[in-house]
């Protein structure tokens, strides 16, 4: 589904260059939910962000679905989002001046769902993330925690390939917590593929892989083992 290959990202701070991301490589696999990780500062958000085209590389490149996509113009990559990718944001980025309606729908409808179809969706998130209340209101008079929530359902809503999440949880308390690790376990089984950042072993620990950054590099890929037992479903063993 996605493939990373020696990928890079230096930034530069006052003519010095800052490496971000040191010559990374990573594989997911359609379907596969994987979990990054790593201290302030070790390039969980740049690495996410170029994955969704919304931070240039310096070099290396970017494969999704069997396609070279690291040489997109920006206009190639804003159509790649609306068709295949959901990016939900540390800092929510919904539109101000629309309804949370119409911020859920906009993608779907953008990605050439029919109304009435994109409508149906709309509830249907909204409902599972217990903002059907909030649909009129605009994003002004929601809180942070409704906000990460509404940013959620709007990357779901066309259905993407691909979910990128850069810290869901990081604005909510424990029952909207609850609530997003609820809809992203119920799409991950069924088919999507999600990479998420996030500080929070917990939250991690809903993913299949957890993959530690440390200075821009990969220090750690790991499965995350469960196994079945009679009558109380999957545990996870802890190491």
């Known amino acids: 589904m996605l493939k990373a290959h020696n990928l890079v ?23 596969e939910f994987v979990a990054i990780m790593g201290p302030s ?19 290396g490149e970017i ?21 295949k ?6 800092g929510f980025n919904l539109v101000a001046n629309m309804t949370v309606a119409d911020n859920v729908e906009l993608p ?16 249907q998130l909204l409902d599972k993330l217990s903002l059907s209340d909030r649909a009129e209101a605009s994003p002004g008079q929601l809180s942070g925690g409704e906000q990460q929530r509404v940013a959620l359902a709007r990357a779901l809503a066309n259905r993407p390939a691909l979910l990128l999440a850069d810290e869901p949880t990081g604005n909510l308390d424990s029952r909207n917590t609850r609530d997003v690790l609820r809809l992203l376990g119920e799409v991950h089984r069924g088919g999507q ?12 620990a809903l993913a299949d892989r957890v993959v530690s950054l440390l200075d821009g590099e990969i220090v750690d890929d790991g499965r995350i083992p469960r196994r079945k037992i009679a009558g109380a479903g999957e545990v996870i063993d802890l190491r």
């Open 9 to 31: 990202k230096i930034y530069a701070a006052s003519g010095v260059p800052v490496h971000a991301v040191r010559g990374l490589d990573l594989e997911i696999e359609a379907g």
């Open 41 to 59: 500062g070790s390039g969980k958000s740049t690495l996410i962000h170029m994955l969704g085209g919304l931070d240039p590389r310096t070099s």
């Open 63 to 83: 494969w999704l679905d069997g396609k070279r996509v690291d040489t997109l113009s920006e206009s190639g990559w804003a159509l790649l989002r609306r068709k």
């Open 85 to 90: 990718v959901g990016f939900v944001f540390q």
């Open 108 to 123: 779907a409808l953008l990605a050439g769902t029919s109304p009435r179809e994109a409508r149906e969706r709309r509830e």
């Open 193 to 204: 593929t999600i990479v998420m950042v996030t500080h929070d072993a917990r939250v991690a």
